[in-house]
């Protein structure tokens, strides 16, 4: 198995684009299954097309959802920190992808992205591992 | 790796069950994992119970979870589009399931079913990968 | 691949940890993946934080996304059982997570936990799948 852990700049941002990062390590790979795993519990992994406002509607269906207020049990850094707990519970941080030919085959509208509401962690860390069919 | 894509006939259906296509793909090869993986970015794949009502419940529960109206910025196509595309965020379009003696060792009432709000697309397709063990 | 099957005793627990047997499992197997499956259709798996409140907090979130009251079809077994048919669709059985050297690579938060909100069955089973790399 080939093993990567990519540093990752997530600034205050709900979704990053781990995308080209991703087809970079499994180039020329030929075929397998790319693991992509997030080994943080205030985040996960998701399948979205971007750039066409689904963003911030992610962002407001997760405010809806998991209300950032002081409800939780589980509360320490920012208010609605408990929130942030929750959200890899629905949002897994492991995710696993085909690769054909050296490449993730996605589809056209399909960008694999981390989400993270925990703006405490501006860097996270994702481990991409690959293993040939 | 053994790779195929099936064409899925959705119509304008929630939830299409795809156990039986899954099981004819992984008969004969013995021990592995098999990867089921829907190239769309307004579908997801879940296990769930099917004809015991599960498949209306979840239609209530998306539409509650997720309200097909206009408060989405991903706007276009049918009204509520918006919320098809965070269903794979919470619905995850990839899915990784053991395969036993050539079966796929799922529980006696788990289907494997493509979960499709988006009626604008009546026909999908799903990639299934098997990687011996 | 090698695999086991896991009895797993929740009682009436909402959360059970699994990581400690799935540590055990997988060490001494070197580098690979590893594939845990709740073959149920009222449970899931996930990786969360235990011990600082997050469990009962994830007990009001379900509670409030999926409410335990009459309104599901699929109605049989104690009130509100539709609620755990919807459970397996946002909390997927299916978990993939990497191994290294022995050792699944989680974040040092991070638990492998089974979800299960169906106090009707107070035993589960669990199956671990390594792939090695």
Redesign the interface.
């Known amino acids: 198995?080939?093993?990567v852990v990519f540093r990752v700049e997530v600034g205050d941002r709900l979704v990053t684009d781990l995308t080209d990062r991703i087809a970079g390590f499994v180039e020329g790979r030929g075929?397998?299954?790319v693991?992509v795993?997030?080994?943080?519990?205030t985040a996960g992994l998701?399948?979205?097309?971007l750039g066409?406002?689904?963003e911030?509607?992610?962002a407001?269906?997760l405010d809806r959802?998991?209300p950032r207020d002081d409800?939780?049990?589980?509360?320490?850094g920012s208010a609605g920190h408990?929130a942030d707990?929750?959200l890899?519970?629905?949002?897994?941080?492991?995710?696993?992808?085909?690769v054909?030919g050296g490449m993730v085959?996605?589809?056209?509208?399909?960008r694999v992205v981390l989400?993270d509401s925990n703006g405490d962690n501006p860097v996270r860390?994702v481990?991409c591992?690959?293993?040939?069919?």
Chains 1, 2, 3 share one sequence.
């Open positions: 198995m080939e093993t075929d397998g299954l693991s795993f997030a080994p943080h519990a998701a399948l979205m097309e066409s406002g689904s911030p509607d992610l407001d269906a959802l998991l409800r939780y049990r589980h509360r320490h408990g707990h929750l890899p519970v629905v949002i897994s941080p492991s995710l696993v992808l085909p054909i085959a996605l589809g056209a509208w399909q989400v860390s481990r591992s690959f293993i040939a069919g």
